[in-house]
């Protein structure tokens, strides 16, 4: 499934023009694509490969059904938001139809129906509440009872949103990348950007290598965004969601989206494979990024998961994670940069980043070039929490915890018992160190200091890298920093002559 989306090489030396963005997964490229399209020059850069981030382990569905429900959003945000917030993501849909179709991208595109699906575990006033308000809101969604294509007895309620759609992502990026290409635009890979200011009429990107660029606006579009310290950060949490992709054969389960209403919840979709196979992907037993290190056991409930209710289920192919950024109020942030006038962000996913990352693209691609949108209150990246308030609190209580953490015992006394793959966090006297042996058998020893805002950070077994679970910065075994909004590597930190253990 893997695919190279661009071939780029790193920024060979300080250029100009008139966008930079920093970011090459969907909403990167489709904020490149648009403007390009407006015949803006753009220059993209990444810190790795181009479209290798969080894009890659998308699964890639694209709705207009609310990850947390419109009656959700209307009630905290109000009625005029949630249809704003309809509006943009049906446009988004159709912007991906028209792009991959006027580009000749071959990337499986679909129009499908999404289904959510009633779990037995949970009252049907789940799905009551969000019908009538969609009907109120003038949302289409239509009440079925039918049998399901799951392997469930009897028949299943479910509220079946039209004209939703799938589509590979990496060959979309692949597609994109070489359209913007097209149109003038420069990717560059393996290019850190480590700050933005701004000089006079100049927005500068530098990066680790000593290059900048300098451009008259910056997009940020890096998942979670690196050029603010708090004012996003504080609304919205990582989370850490799994996926597998096993072989069935076609016809075997109807061609459609599927989510249930379990919290967290699953969700489910085919993808073209061979002649009389396909895959289906399934994903979910999401966790607040850094608090678990079982992924394994994760990627196996899902597979129990899906083999009780889908008989026919083959082979596992692939397994995988990824982070999403939930946002407090249940819309992405995707415009200014709070305080500023040329630098804009795309961040809070919410499980929905090729929606919102199409959604991006026409915005702020508008806020550049007219100066306004239509759309720019229901993301603006500035707003307040007026509502839900409990949710922000709770969600901001992992910070405290985790720095809490500074003052507690050692996990083990000594690096000398770390097996190849494994990480402990280890004290010595007041520091907290994380030890990791990569499995190549290298001790790695770092301080355990997120270097975004110093939380601890959490060894993840599964992915070899290490989670903050503040903000959702990773880093990997040699600590150098792989997701934002940490840019920084962890601190190298000798071998203590001893690592002593708390009594």
């Known amino acids: 499934m893997d695919v190279l989306v661009a071939d780029a090489p790193a920024l060979p030396c300080t250029v100009a023009t008139d966008v930079a963005v920093i970011g090459s997964g969907i909403a990167g490229l489709s904020v490149a694509y648009e403007l390009a399209s407006h015949g803006r020059s753009v220059v993209v850069l990444d810190r790795g490969r181009i479209g290798s981030g969080m894009t890659a382990r998308t699964t890639a569905h694209l709705a207009t059904a609310l990850?947390?429900?419109?009656?959700?959003?209307?009630?905290?945000?109000?009625?005029?938001?949630?249809?704003?917030?309809?509006?943009?993501?049906?446009?988004?849909?159709?912007?991906?139809?028209?792009?991959?179709?006027?580009?000749?991208?071959?990337?499986?595109?679909?129009?499908?129906?999404?289904?959510?699906?009633?779990?037995?575990?949970?009252?049907?006033?789940?799905l009551d509440e969000e019908l009538n308000c969609c009907r109120k809101l003038g949302i289409p969604v239509e009440d079925c009872?039918?049998?399901?294509?799951?392997?469930?007895?009897?028949?299943?309620?479910?509220?079946?949103?039209?004209?939703?759609?799938?589509?590979?992502?990496?060959?979309?990026?692949?597609?994109?990348?070489?359209?913007i290409q097209g149109l003038g635009a420069r990717l560059y890979a393996d290019t850190c950007v480590e700050g933005i200011r701004q000089q006079h009429d100049d927005m500068v990107v530098t990066t680790t290598s000593g290059h900048e660029v300098r451009a008259a606006d910056v997009v940020v579009a890096t998942n979670s965004p690196v050029n603010v310290q708090v004012a996003i950060h504080t609304k919205q949490a990582?989370?850490?969601?799994?996926?597998?992709?096993?072989?069935?054969?076609?016809?075997?389960?109807?061609?459609?989206?599927?989510?249930?209403?379990?919290?967290?919840?699953?969700?489910?979709?085919?993808?073209?494979?061979?002649?009389?196979?396909?895959?289906?992907?399934?994903?979910?037993?999401?966790?607040?990024?850094?608090?678990?290190?079982?992924?394994?056991?994760?990627l196996a409930a899902l597979e129990r998961w899906a083999r009780d209710r889908l008989p026919d289920l083959r082979e596992v192919t692939h397994r995988w994670s990824g982070q999403v950024l939930e946002p407090i109020d249940f819309a992405g942030f995707i415009g200014r940069s709070p305080g500023e006038e040329h630098l804009f962000i795309v961040s809070g996913d919410s499980g929905q980043g090729i929606t919102n990352g199409l959604v991006a693209g026409m915005l702020i691609t508008d806020l550049i070039t007219t100066g306004a949108s239509a759309w720019e209150e229901v993301y603006a990246p500035s707003r307040r929490i007026q509502k839900n308030i409990g949710e922000f609190i709770s969600e901001n209580i992992t910070p405290l915890k985790n720095l809490a953490e500074y003052l507690t015992?050692?996990?083990?006394?000594?690096?000398?018992?770390?097996r190849?793959?494994?990480?402990?966090?280890?004290?010595?006297?007041?520091?907290?160190?994380?030890?990791?042996r990569d499995r190549g058998g290298n001790l790695h020893l770092h301080s355990a200091s997120c270097t975004h805002l110093g939380c601890v950070v959490h060894w993840n077994s599964l992915e070899q890298c290490w989670d903050c679970p503040c903000h959702g910065s990773q880093f990997a075994p040699d600590g150098t920093a792989l997701n934002g909004p940490a840019v920084s590597p962890l601190t190298d930190v000798e071998k203590p002559a001893k690592l002593e253990a708390a009594a």
């Open 67 to 126: 990850d947390d429900g419109y009656d959700e959003l209307a009630r905290v945000r109000g009625a005029d938001c949630a249809r704003h917030y309809y509006q943009s993501v049906a446009a988004a849909i159709d912007r991906a139809e028209a792009i991959q179709h006027a580009e000749r991208i071959d990337c499986n595109f679909r129009r499908l129906d999404g289904y959510w699906v009633l779990a037995p575990e949970t009252p049907a006033s789940e």
């Open 238 to 298: 990582p989370y850490r969601t799994y996926a597998l992709a096993a072989k069935i054969p076609a016809g075997a389960l109807e061609d459609a989206l599927y989510w249930d209403t379990l919290d967290p919840y699953h969700y489910v979709r085919l993808q073209p494979f061979s002649a009389g196979e396909d895959l289906v992907i399934i994903g979910g037993e999401d966790h607040r990024s850094g608090e678990a290190d079982d992924g394994a056991q994760r």
């Open 420 to 436: 190849p793959g494994e990480g402990r966090l280890v004290r010595s006297g007041l520091k907290k160190i994380a030890a990791c």
């Open 145 to 179: 009872i039918e049998p399901t294509p799951f392997h469930v007895e009897g028949l299943v309620r479910s509220l079946r949103f039209a004209r939703q759609a799938r589509l590979h992502p990496t060959k979309y990026l692949a597609g994109l990348a070489r359209a």
């Open 409 to 418: 015992a050692s996990e083990i006394a000594s690096v000398e018992g770390l």
